[in-house]
């Protein structure tokens, strides 16, 4: 954090979009190692003479000592601190458990195994909580925001918390899972090999079409996104590059001190990059300037993508350069968290999740729970919300069911003249005509060879047809 916020104890925050169990990627945490609750200023006041707290110590007495069944002191102990947090009835908060901690500080690392995706409990649901990481086993088998898990391996999850669950996904590079997904009224298994994910939060292109402008995802706000943002820039800007596209899409949230750094980048010196407020409400605020972004400065042309999934740090980037440099955002409009948590250690295996403070934009609104209006409105096509082919067994003809519809739709998306829920006769030659212009085996049914296929040349025509991108390239030409 800036210097200047000094009514404000903690060191660095984070800002993450949803309490989630991280099977892999997702929400990049800072972990702080202080132990908070044995602090100095702590020692003097013992918990048993907070008058508060007898009733909690009244139980703990009253099970240990007459409860019939063996007593688990520390499970008690878990339990008691678990629910204070759960009391607070605020989905960004949360007590975190040795496994809990040790995921959150693994999500640090430069990569790490699992599937590429990220879970949270939604309607006690086990739920993918955003888009998986581009190249990861969930992506490359179609799994999407949204989707719930109804198995895993064949066993249920209805009742088990999101540890177990999460827990059951986790496992070695080159090791399998069956996921059983629903998706709105359809239920299909789709079976994972873990792989090791990459943490790299940026990536970089020059457009294909047009050599001038160059285009940069990022995914997170970690550790070093400011840095490899710097880089990317710096290698684009060799290649030709005169304007960018930051792409936003997708991208929950992270570390609080590298969206600042990052937006100082984009904003002339002494501009407000955010706002908070906290508890007692004082107000601060962040500015531009050498202390954050070193001089580094970006004054080409920019447009940034934004949708439903962008979330705390990428809204506070966004509405930073559009509200103090006029940035036009394209695309949905955003999740809406505008909120500020920190992760402190309350011993040596546990920490604090902890909502510390609200963020506002530059001139001063609250997004939360609202969200950001884009500039200029723009979506993907009908066809990229298509789910992916069920694999429960190989589609033929005379197969009739909302699984053969969704076939028939992704068919006509690719020019087929295919409709309705049966695998009839144009199903059929439609199948075959795609197997051999993809070099198949020509059977006019479709295994999971061809709906592998089917689906990859589907994200090519995703691709081909963002229109969000497209309505940036344009603003970048005028």
């Not at 991208?251 to 955010?274: A, H, P, R, W, Y």
């Not at 993508?305 to 350069?321: K, R």
């Not at 955003?334 to 011993?347: C, E």
Request: charged share 30%; glycine share 8%; net charge negative.
């Amino acid at each position: 954090m800036p210097k200047h916020k000094q009514f404000i104890s903690f060191n660095r925050y984070l800002i993450s979009l949803l309490c989630v169990g991280i099977i892999s990627g997702g929400s990049v945490y800072i972990i702080q190692k202080e132990i908070r609750l044995v602090e100095k200023n702590q020692a003097a006041q013992s918990v048993d003479e907070r008058d508060e707290l007898k009733k909690v110590h009244a139980l703990y007495d009253e099970i240990n000592n007459y409860y019939v069944g063996d007593v688990k002191k520390e499970e008690l102990v878990e339990g008691a601190v678990k629910g204070m947090t759960d009391a607070l009835d605020d989905p960004y908060s949360s007590y975190l458990n040795n496994e809990e901690a040790t995921n959150l500080t693994n999500s640090l690392s430069g990569s790490f195994e699992g599937i590429g995706a990220v879970v949270t409990m939604k309607n006690k649901q086990p739920t993918i909580a955003e888009t998986p990481i581009k190249d990861s086993p969930a992506e490359k088998a179609g799994l999407k925001a949204e989707d719930i898990l109804l198995k895993v391996d064949g066993k249920e999850t209805t009742g088990k918390t999101l540890d177990e669950v999460v827990s059951k996904i986790r496992g070695e590079k080159g090791s399998k899972v069956t996921l059983t997904i629903l998706r709105g009224e359809e239920t299909f298994d789709v079976t994972l090999t873990r792989d090791t994910i990459p943490q790299s939060t940026v990536k970089s292109t020059i457009d294909k079409e047009n050599k001038t402008v160059g285009s940069i995802q990022i995914t997170s706000f970690g550790e070093k996104t400011a840095s490899e943002l710097k880089e990317h820039i710096q290698s684009l800007r060799k290649k030709g590059a005169t304007s960018f596209i930051i792409d936003l899409r997708n991208n929950t949230g992270g570390l609080l001190d590298q969206v600042e750094e990052m937006s100082s980048m984009f904003l002339k010196d002494g501009k407000t990059i955010v706002q908070f407020s906290d508890k007692e409400g004082n107000q601060s605020k962040t500015v531009a300037g050498k202390e954050l972004d070193d001089g580094f400065k970006v004054k080409e042309p920019v447009a940034v993508l934004v949708n439903e999934y962008s979330a705390s740090a990428s809204e506070i980037f966004a509405a930073a350069l559009n509200e103090s440099a006029d940035v036009p955002l394209i695309g949905t409009k955003t999740f809406g968290k505008g909120t500020v948590q920190t992760v402190r250690g309350l011993d040596e295996k546990s920490e604090l999740k902890l909502t510390v403070m609200k963020w506002l934009t530059p001139t001063g609104k609250w997004i939360h729970e609202k969200g950001i209006e884009p500039t200029i409105k723009a979506t993907y096509p009908d066809y990229a919300f298509l789910n992916p082919i069920s694999r429960e067994k190989t589609l033929k003809r005379g197969d009739s069911s909302e699984v053969v519809e969704n076939v028939n739709q992704l068919l006509a998306a690719l020019g087929y003249n295919t409709k309705g829920q049966a695998f009839d006769e144009q199903t059929e030659t439609a199948v075959r005509e795609f197997q051999a212009g993809h070099k198949l085996s020509v059977t006019g049914e479709i295994d999971d060879g061809t709906a592998t296929a089917l689906e990859k040349a589907l994200f090519t025509l995703i691709d081909e047809n963002d229109n969000a991108y497209n309505s940036a390239l344009e603003q970048l030409k005028k």
